[in-house]
């Protein structure tokens, strides 16, 4: 069985958990009594043990690197672990295991010694006290290391701050992209969803991601050019953006807006697609709602209009007929004149109702052009537009 099989890993809790949720403040920081050290025993010193060979590659060695006795004395320590520790050589190994590792019991020497034996590997996540008390997080490499018949711990550290940071703005940022109330899509350049959160998930009507994650983008979205669209757009390391309206599972449809940008590697490689998905149906009902009401608006306008541009005519036909009463017969001239205004304002009306009937649009538009009257309510008059003609009636 290989040592990688036989890894043991223990994690442990700093001693002072508040240092964690300010490391900026760590420094200055009064830590509860430590024990006394414990002086080393009477096993023979590293130096004399190993040979030149042995002390150059534990000197050189890039991790921190302590040797201690199997009660957690520490025996000695590579410039990196000094570094890191910001202790000396020599108040460095007066020390135990237990005053460094932040939390670290005489229990915690005890299974480590278990757990080294047969030769086995122990990792340890743990956080490591500085000599000023400051704590940073590690990982810690222990296997028994066997001098000269001499038995000791072998301790490479490594200090994780940063992977840490990294890790917790990685984990930031998955909880926010799951719990974002937009829909966010993450596919190849082939269209093969990687990822789906779960507001992604409900746009199409399905109530689990892993439903929709394998499916490509052209079984997901309407028009297969539409999707070839964006790939390639994306490929060409640009941006697109558009309205679509998308089919869910109940057959029902909902309007969204669709933003897509390409997707890098660490080495800014382009290996996908991340698109964000904005459900805008109620803006677009809203919207829709919004002019149905401004038609019917217009559309009183122009009942008003066409009372208007029917009564001139209307009333023209009227007169003359009642002069052609009282006048009878007697005046040919004047009732030849009244005549022929009635038919003309009865062809007037026979032409404007027709007009109205092909009414196509209407509009309103501003009655005189300027700055001080445009948008005012009192100057606009109403435009009747009429198919096949230039003739505009206006109030």
Same mark, same amino acid.
């Given at each position: 069985?290989?040592?990688?099989?036989?890894?043991?890993?223990?994690?442990?809790?700093?001693?002072?958990?508040?240092?964690?949720?300010?490391?900026?403040?760590?420094?200055?920081?009064?830590?509860?009594?430590?024990?006394?050290?414990?002086?080393?025993?009477?096993?023979?010193?590293?130096?004399?043990?190993?040979?030149?060979?042995?002390?150059?590659?534990?000197?050189?060695?890039?991790?921190?690197?302590?040797?201690?006795?199997? +009660?957690?004395?520490?025996?000695?320590?590579?410039?990196?672990?000094?570094?890191?520790?910001?202790?000396?050589?020599?108040?460095?190994?007066?020390?135990?295991?237990?005053?460094?590792?932040?939390?670290?019991?005489?229990?915690?020497?005890?299974?480590?010694?278990?757990?080294?034996?047969?030769?086995?590997?122990?990792?340890?996540?743990?956080?490591?006290?500085?000599?000023?008390?400051?704590?940073?997080?590690?990982?810690?490499?222990?296997?028994?290391?066997?001098?000269?018949?001499?038995?000791?711990?072998?301790?490479?550290?490594? +200090?994780?701050?940063?992977?840490?940071?990294?890790?917790?703005?990685?984990?930031?940022?998955?909880?926010?992209?799951?719990?974002? $109330?937009?829909?966010?899509?993450?596919?190849?350049?082939?269209?093969?969803?990687?990822?789906?959160?779960? $507001?992604?998930?409900?746009?199409?009507?399905?109530?689990?991601?892993?439903?929709?994650?394998?499916?490509?983008?052209?079984?997901?979205?309407?028009?297969? +050019?539409?999707?070839?669209?964006?790939? $390639?757009?994306?490929?060409?390391?640009?941006?697109?953006?558009?309205?679509?309206?998308?089919?869910?599972? +109940?057959?029902?449809?909902?309007?969204?807006?669709?933003?897509?940008?390409?997707?890098?590697?660490?080495?800014?490689?382009?290996?996908?697609?991340?698109?964000?998905?904005?459900?805008?149906?109620?803006?677009?009902?809203?919207?829709?709602?919004?002019?149905?009401?401004?038609?019917?608006?217009?559309?009183?306008?122009?009942?008003? $209009?066409?009372?208007?541009?029917?009564?001139?005519?209307?009333?023209?036909?009227?007169?003359?007929?009642?002069?052609?009463?009282?006048?009878?017969?007697?005046?040919?001239?004047?009732?030849?004149?009244?005549?022929?205004?009635?038919?003309?304002?009865?062809?007037?009306?026979?032409?404007?109702?027709?007009?109205?009937?092909?009414?196509?649009?209407?509009?309103?538009?501003?009655?005189?052009?300027?700055?001080?009257?445009?948008?005012?309510?009192?100057?606009?008059?109403?435009?009747?537009?009429?198919?096949?003609?230039?003739?505009?009636?206006?109030?």
């Amino acid at each position: 069985m290989t040592r990688s099989s036989q890894t043991m890993r223990i994690d442990i809790s700093p001693k002072l958990k508040g240092e964690l949720k300010a490391p900026e403040k760590t420094q200055g920081l009064t830590p509860r009594p430590e024990p006394a050290p414990q002086m080393p025993d009477k096993s023979p010193s590293i130096h004399a043990l190993g040979n030149v060979d042995f002390q150059e590659l534990f000197q050189s060695v890039y991790d921190g690197a302590i040797i201690a006795n199997l +009660d957690g004395t520490i025996v000695d320590a590579n410039p990196r672990a000094l570094s890191f520790l910001r202790y000396t050589q020599a108040e460095l190994t007066v020390l135990n295991l237990t005053h460094i590792v932040s939390g670290a019991t005489p229990e915690t020497i005890a299974t480590l010694k278990t757990g080294v034996s047969n030769d086995r590997f122990v990792l340890m996540q743990a956080y490591f006290a500085r000599k000023d008390q400051s704590i940073f997080p590690s990982e810690i490499a222990v296997n028994l290391l066997t001098i000269r018949g001499g038995k000791y711990f072998c301790c490479f550290v490594r +200090d994780i701050t940063v992977r840490q940071e990294a890790e917790e703005m990685l984990h930031t940022i998955r909880t926010a992209v799951q719990n974002a $109330a937009t829909g966010i899509v993450i596919s190849d350049l082939n269209g093969q969803i990687d990822y789906i959160n779960q $507001a992604g998930a409900r746009l199409w009507g399905e109530s689990k991601p892993e439903s929709i994650t394998g499916s490509n983008l052209k079984q997901l979205i309407p028009g297969e +050019d539409t999707v070839t669209a964006i790939l $390639a757009t994306v490929q060409r390391g640009e941006s697109w953006s558009g309205e679509l309206i998308l089919s869910r599972k +109940d057959s029902t449809t909902i309007h969204v807006q669709l933003t897509t940008a390409p997707n890098r590697n660490a080495d800014e490689e382009l290996i996908g697609v991340v698109m964000s998905f904005l459900d805008i149906s109620d803006r677009i009902r809203a919207q829709d709602a919004e002019q149905q009401a401004e038609r019917q608006r217009v559309m009183v306008e122009s009942l008003g $209009a066409a009372c208007h541009h029917l009564g001139q005519p209307a009333t023209v036909l009227l007169a003359s007929l009642e002069l052609l009463a009282r006048i009878g017969p007697s005046d040919k001239d004047m009732s030849g004149e009244l005549l022929k205004s009635s038919i003309d304002a009865a062809e007037s009306l026979r032409t404007m109702l027709h007009n109205l009937n092909d009414i196509t649009e209407y509009r309103t538009t501003p009655y005189i052009e300027s700055q001080n009257t445009v948008g005012v309510k009192e100057s606009r008059i109403l435009d009747v537009l009429l198919p096949f003609e230039d003739t505009i009636l206006t109030r």
